[in-house]
């Protein structure tokens, strides 16, 4: 109002394309409540008159956009512009010719230019029966792209407002009728998925939409006819029909997400997905539905139904795993008052039951998915984080197991062909993770285990243990009281290893006597309640008392073979050594319940795997083989000697190979400068005097080794050694393990694991990694990594020598030893360092938390000083004596 009247006749539209505007528009507000009647329209003149006005309207819409803002919005002009178009759908389809073009032109127009924008509005265009003079042109074969484009968006714009969940009691059939709907079917591809190549971000995210609107109208069609409400028994539509539009919207999502989808918002990303999703648990029940009705008259029709459902299953199933290839996100962060981690959007995610209910169904002589589709998929999935890897696994486990069939001779070469190496990736990141995923899987991939990692191993294991734990917390522990400087006193009688079939099936519990007394005479206790440190600390200790005794040897410091021992038991220290039970006459000499003993360490190393805990103990592989029920052939025996004992694995070489002329100039002399016995016997101890030598065959004093049965005398002494020297040790110590161990999970260790992996298992790893130490801890009260009495802390224990260290992770965690795989693998979380608000105190442990109290010492000789004293004179113990 307050424009000069200069600037208002500068603001008239003055151009050509201005008046046409208004020419249309003004056709509005002509006295034309009533259209003309089709009598009238029969008049050519009257009809043209009719076609160039509505012409002239739909072309001023492109110059007068509903509006975004309300008070620009046309709502006026919207609603007389609806009321007409019922009599003109009408007048349309009887006259057809123009009038129906001009009135596709005009729904076209009216949708383009934002007057459909809300439900009521699309709904009222269904109701008026105007689109159906946009799809009519589909029909023609020679139909332009421009207009096949037009009706086809027309369709889809429509369609998601006229769905199933709002139309599911036929209010308008004939929006979905066969015929109409599979028009547009045929176009969609054509019209979706011819996509320039050199588009860019923001024109993918227009086109996103799109996509999903397609797999929503796809899907709401099929569901609209095979609804009880609606079911018609003469509907046929074959899958096969929707084969083009889906396999090129796949190729469109897989190509164009792949190169934008990390540049748009996850919402609109995830629309098309969620939209695939959907139409295939349609599908998937289309198609399963057809299968039942197929096989419950195939008697009857003979197996043509069944094919052709069968048929329809497989494209089903192939879309689902291409769905599966989208490295769109299906999983979202869990809000932080519910936990850390991912948890699945659902309706991004298939049913797993899908492809399995399908697979079953399809599986005959030739896999219904072709090993190049599924090879595809592992390919995309090793790219994707663990929660997507674990969803898809989950969803296609049950195609593994044919997927693998064609390999399983290299696979038992201990071999995983190239075709594998994706699959292995994802079924140890998975397992890894979470070893009760996919049980079925992991059974079948059992029976290969290069395809598993160690890692992977063991968290199947730990996963097994975990379960038994469960079950073993419904009854009573066992709790066990013994004195730190005797940690076995009484233990055998606890357990009760007096009862031949007492199995040891609830929770363990440590309590350690301070073994010492106060002034009063009072034995005192340790402080402390066992939430894990102590029985780990246990473990460890009884472990370490075991090969400090004279029933275990190591025989590199310690054979008979040798001139003298290197060390006495009781001195030796266990790092860096292998053991072996010492042969049967020394037991007996040495300890009257021997057998009991061994029980009772088989016990405690079942402890300790139940418990994925480690002892500080490296069995030798032969002694190892044996409790775990591994079958040793003879040609084994000479080259697991070597790791058990080197000197003598050399020394039986030579005489094997006739190279002994440096030891003498006959066998015999060769034999003496050996210390080995010249005939068939053996000397398994120093003192001759208490333990006479050993037969190894019947008259075997009387019989000389020659160069003719030197390699039988060889064989007998390995056997001996090893093996039945061993035999009831062997025995003892088994049933320990099956006391605390079921069977079955024996079973499981021997098929996947190979009796190296045992070892780590149950041993770990001697050596210790500071870097890795540091890389896999946490800080807690206020120390980072950066914190200076942290950066003291790392500095100290780098110039411990490799004791020091292992005292000092004894101190922090209760064990002498690393986890194999290294300190990410700690039980039962990681190492940390919690700063204390003190500087006059000594570092503290928390063994069950794998926790370090630390000081903030205001220098790093301080540090040094106290973190010695803590550890030299505290020892096992809760504070200082």
Request: glycine share 4%; with cysteine; proline share 5%.
């Amino acid at each position: 109002e307050n424009l000069s009247e200069e600037a208002k006749k500068k603001a008239r539209p003055a151009d050509a394309a201005s008046q046409k505007t208004n020419t249309g528009s003004s056709w509005l507000h002509e006295d034309w409540d009533v259209l003309p009647s089709e009598e009238e329209l029969s008049d050519p003149v009257k009809l043209r008159q009719m076609v160039e006005k509505l012409d002239a309207f739909t072309a001023s819409l492109i110059e007068l956009p509903f509006g975004v803002q309300f008070r620009d919005c046309r709502f006026t002009l919207k609603r007389k512009a609806f009321s007409l178009l019922p009599t003109l759908a009408k007048l349309a389809q009887e006259l057809k010719g123009e009038l129906q073009t001009s009135t596709a032109k005009l729904v076209d127009q009216l949708v383009r230019s934002g007057y459909a924008y809300s439900y009521a509005d699309r709904k009222t265009i269904v109701a008026s029966g105007a689109w159906a003079c946009s799809v009519a042109v589909l029909q023609d074969e020679n139909v332009s792209v421009e207009n096949a484009t037009a009706a086809v968006h027309i369709y889809l714009h429509l369609a998601g407002y006229v769905d199933f969940y709002d139309d599911f009691l036929g209010t308008h059939p004939e929006f979905w009728k066969p015929d109409i709907f599979c028009g547009v079917l045929k176009h969609l591809p054509r019209v979706l998925a011819n996509i320039p190549e050199d588009i860019q971000a923001d024109e993918w995210e227009v086109l996103c939409p799109d996509f999903a609107l397609a797999f929503s109208c796809l899907g709401t069609f099929i569901m609209f006819w095979t609804a009880k409400e609606n079911s018609d028994s003469n509907f046929r539509f074959d899958v096969e029909e929707a084969m083009p539009l889906l396999n090129a919207m796949l190729d469109g999502l897989q190509k164009f997400d792949g190169r934008f989808g990390k540049l748009m918002s996850a919402k609109t990303r995830a629309v098309p997905l969620e939209e695939l999703v959907h139409l295939s648990g349609v599908l998937t029940q289309f198609v399963s539905e057809k299968l039942e009705a197929a096989e419950e008259r195939r008697k009857g029709t003979g197996r043509g139904a069944l094919n052709s459902a069968r048929r329809q299953a497989v494209m089903v199933l192939k879309v689902l795993i291409r769905g599966l290839q989208l490295h769109i996100p299906t999983c979202a962060t869990k809000p932080e008052a519910i936990s850390e981690g991912l948890i699945p959007q659902d309706e991004r995610q298939q049913d797993s039951e899908w492809i399995q209910n399908l697979w079953e169904r399809c599986e005959g002589d030739e896999p219904p998915v072709k090993p190049e589709e599924l090879m595809a998929l592992f390919k995309a999935m090793a790219e994707m984080p663990l929660e997507e890897q674990r969803y898809r696994l989950e969803c296609v486990a049950a195609l593994v197991p044919q997927f693998i069939a064609p390999f399983t001779e290299q696979l038992k070469q201990r071999t995983v062909p190239p075709e594998l190496a994706d699959l292995k990736v994802i079924i140890n990141a998975v397992l890894q993770d979470d070893a009760t995923v996919a049980q079925e899987l992991l059974e079948e991939v059992s029976f290969y285990p290069c395809l598993l990692d160690f890692t992977t191993k063991r968290a199947t294991i730990h996963s097994v243990c975990d379960r038994l734990k469960l079950t073993a917390s419904r009854g009573d522990a066992i709790r066990i009281v013994v004195p730190r400087d005797n940690v076995l006193d009484g233990v055998c009688s606890t357990l009760n290893l007096q009862d031949q079939n007492a199995r040891i099936d609830v929770p363990l519990e440590i309590e350690f006597r301070a073994g010492y007394s106060d002034d009063t005479g009072n034995e005192l206790v340790d402080e402390g309640e066992d939430q894990g440190g102590l029985r780990r600390q246990w473990i460890d200790r009884a472990s370490r008392h075991f090969v400090s005794s004279n029933l275990f040897m190591s025989p590199s410091e310690d054979a008979a073979h040798l001139e003298k021992p290197t060390s006495l038991p009781t001195s030796r220290q266990a790092r860096g050594l292998i053991f072996v039970p010492c042969p049967e006459p020394i037991c007996r000499c040495v300890q009257d319940d021997w057998e009991e003993q061994f029980e009772l360490f088989g016990c405690i190393t079942g402890f300790a795997i139940m418990y994925k805990e480690t002892i500080p103990v490296h069995f030798a592989h032969s002694f190892l083989r044996s409790v775990f029920f591994l079958k040793t052939d003879a040609e084994d025996l000479l080259p697991l000697l070597e790791s058990v004992d080197k000197t003598l694995h050399t020394k039986l070489r030579y005489i094997l190979s006739g190279g002994y002329k440096d030891l003498g100039e006959t066998l015999q002399d060769a034999l003496e400068q050996s210390n080995l016995p010249p005939v068939f016997v053996v000397s398994e101890s120093h003192c001759k005097d208490l333990v006479e030598s050993t037969p190894l065959k019947e008259g075997g004093p009387q019989i000389p080794v020659t160069e003719e049965n030197k390699e039988e005398y060889v064989h007998l002494l390995l056997d001996r050694i090893l093996i039945s020297g061993v035999a009831r040790q062997v025995a003892s110590f088994q049933r320990g393990l099956l006391r605390v161990l079921p069977n079955d999970l024996i079973q499981r260790i021997t098929e996947i694991m190979s009796v190296k992996e045992i070892e780590l298992m149950v041993s770990g790893a001697d050596s210790i990694d500071v870097d890795d130490w540091e890389k896999h801890t946490e800080y807690e009260n206020g120390f980072t990594k950066e914190s200076q009495p942290v950066r003291w802390f790392w500095e100290v224990v780098r110039s411990m020598n490799e004791q020091s260290r292992a005292n000092l992770l004894s101190f922090s965690t209760g064990s002498t030893q690393v986890p194999s795989g290294g300190f990410r693998f700690l039980q039962p979380e990681l190492f940390k360092i919690q700063r204390v608000r003190v500087t006059d105190r000594c570092p503290a442990a928390h063994t069950c938390a794998n926790t370090l109290d630390l000081p903030e010492y205001e220098s790093k000789e301080a540090l040094e000083r106290l973190l010695k004293l803590a550890v030299d004179e505290t020892g096992d113990a809760f504070g200082l004596r």
